[in-house]
């Protein structure tokens, strides 16, 4: 099975920030990485397939980046909208898999 | 509106079934791969289980592998997820969720999600 690290695990910032967040996979996952955003109490939300494709009507402050086994998910100026858990998925092989999450809180 | 409505969680003893069913709207259900994802409550995402357009591939996570059996009715528009055995672990809010294979790479991302129904499995 292919592991799914995110780094870090939470994170505090500001609105008007740039955030990183990285996901690190235990073997290559070519480009077959998806990132996910979920606030509580709902369902996740698709934002970038194929590291680096902005799914349709997400903003374009979000950026993914990355190709083989490290990927980073890139908010250019946080919003207060922004503010949730991001999930890393790789889709290359079954057992699909997530990071553990990364948790983005107010500063 | 594309939509995707879950049904059949609730409370059960340890060693019990459900079944759950998922009803698909608004695209047409035949082209994609479906899948269920579950979320113990204040966990991460864990994939269950995904199904082939027709039904002829199915793909389970080892943990409910024997336990679970995924299936689809395509002139139903549904997904239905058939669990056995069910263990503490399996308690988690369960959601249906579509796949779409976007290009140019034969990339599937789960790109709509369903509200989720919880699942709670007792002692």
């Known amino acids: 099975d292919i592991q799914m690290t995110q780094s870090p695990s939470s994170l505090s910032a500001s609105v008007g920030d740039r955030v990183t967040i990285t996901c690190r996979a235990s073997?290559?996952?070519?480009?077959?990485l998806n990132w996910y955003q979920q606030k509580p109490g709902k369902a996740p939300k698709l934002l970038i397939y194929?590291?680096?494709s902005l799914q349709t009507g997400v903003p374009s402050r979000f950026g993914g980046s990355g190709s083989g086994t490290e990927f980073t998910l890139t908010i250019s100026s946080l919003q207060p909208d922004d503010f949730a858990t991001y999930y890393c998925?790789?889709?290359?092989?079954?057992?699909?898999?997530f990071g553990q999450g990364t948790r983005l809180e107010i500063k | 509106e594309e939509q995707l409505v879950e049904s059949g969680g609730g409370l059960v003893q340890r060693g019990g079934s459900l079944r759950l069913s998922c009803a698909a709207s608004?695209?047409?259900?035949?082209?994609?791969?479906m899948s269920w994802v579950r979320q113990a409550p204040g966990k991460g995402l864990e994939w269950v289980a995904r199904?082939?357009?027709?039904?002829?591939?199915?793909y389970y996570v080892d943990s409910v592998t024997g336990r679970f059996t995924i299936s689809r009715d395509n002139a139903g528009n549904s997904l239905h997820l058939q669990m056995n055995s069910l263990r503490g672990e399996d308690t988690a809010v369960y959601y249906c969720?579509?796949?779409?294979?976007?290009?140019?790479?034969?990339?599937?991302?789960?790109?709509?999600w369903g509200r989720g129904t919880m699942v709670t499995v007792s002692s």
């Open positions: 969720v579509r796949e779409t294979r976007f290009p140019p790479i034969v990339n599937d991302a789960f790109d709509i």
């Open positions: 608004g695209f047409t259900f035949n082209s994609h791969w």
């Open positions: 199904i082939k357009r027709d039904g002829s591939e199915k």
């Open positions: 073997q290559s996952v070519s480009s077959y």
């Open positions: 194929a590291s680096s």
């Open positions: 998925q790789q889709s290359y092989s079954t057992p699909l898999t």
